[in-house]
């Protein structure tokens, strides 16, 4: 059973790079689409972007110009950064798959990892 | 950009019958799909493609999608079914969107 696991800094600065990487375990990274969502505390759930099987990215327009998510196959994991950050990113960010039951579904997500942005 | 639009809160007895809707413009041309969230864990696919259930759900959760709405029904309601539910869709371009969330309440 394919599984995902989140990690990376707790905490980071005010203006600094938040940089999050997703572990693949138990199945191919090659064979599938990924994706990043997160949730600030208390709220809903809000896209930050996707990438391709091929390595093709796209971002939410919102953070479009912040966010960087690139592969690294062999190690089987693939990132987040997101430069630049506020308090207003502050949130629990969850790596997830697509393309497993359809294209555009997400059905395997990791558990989640909380990121507080504070100096 | 695409926007997603659904009531903050839904409450239902148990064993009815819970209905969750979706607004979005057009929604019925695109594949919706819906998310369970329970307090401290992770979203579980329930619904995509607008009405097909992942391997493991049960047959209580079905979905729907014509015009505008989507629709997730929840026959049987039982309390573990309480929690907050989120559609999302794929815009067809280069963006997916998620809605705002629905706290599923069993009275």
């Known amino acids: 059973q394919l599984q995902l696991q989140e990690s990376g800094p707790g905490l980071v600065k005010p203006s600094e790079t938040l940089s999050l990487t997703c572990t693949v375990s138990g199945g191919s990274i090659s064979s599938y689409h990924w994706t990043w969502i997160r949730q600030s505390p208390g709220k809903g759930l809000e896209w930050i972007g996707f990438?391709?099987?091929?390595?093709?990215?796209t971002y939410s327009p919102s953070l479009k110009s912040r966010t960087t998510i690139s592969v690294l196959t062999s190690r089987k994991q693939f990132s987040l950064n997101l430069s630049s950050v506020s308090a207003a990113d502050t949130a629990v960010y969850y790596c997830?798959?697509?393309?497993?039951?359809?294209?555009?579904?997400?059905?395997?997500w990791g558990q989640g990892t909380m990121v507080i942005v504070s100096s | 950009s695409y926007e997603l639009t659904q009531p903050p809160s839904v409450s239902v007895s148990p064993g009815q019958t819970a209905s969750i809707i979706c607004s979005g413009d057009k929604l019925g041309d695109k594949y919706a799909c819906w998310y369970q969230q329970k307090p401290g864990q992770s979203p579980l696919l329930v619904i995509y493609?607008?009405?097909k259930r992942p391997s493991g759900i049960p047959e209580r959760f079905s979905g729907s999608n014509s015009g505008n709405t989507a629709t997730l029904a929840i026959s049987g309601t039982q309390a573990m079914d309480e929690a907050d539910y989120y559609c999302q869709a794929w815009d067809g371009g280069t963006d997916w969107v998620f809605g705002g969330g629905t706290r599923l309440t069993v009275l």
């Open positions: 997830a798959r697509a393309g497993g039951t359809s294209f555009d579904a997400f059905d395997i």
């Open positions: 493609q607008d009405s």
């Open positions: 990438m391709y099987h091929n390595g093709t990215t």
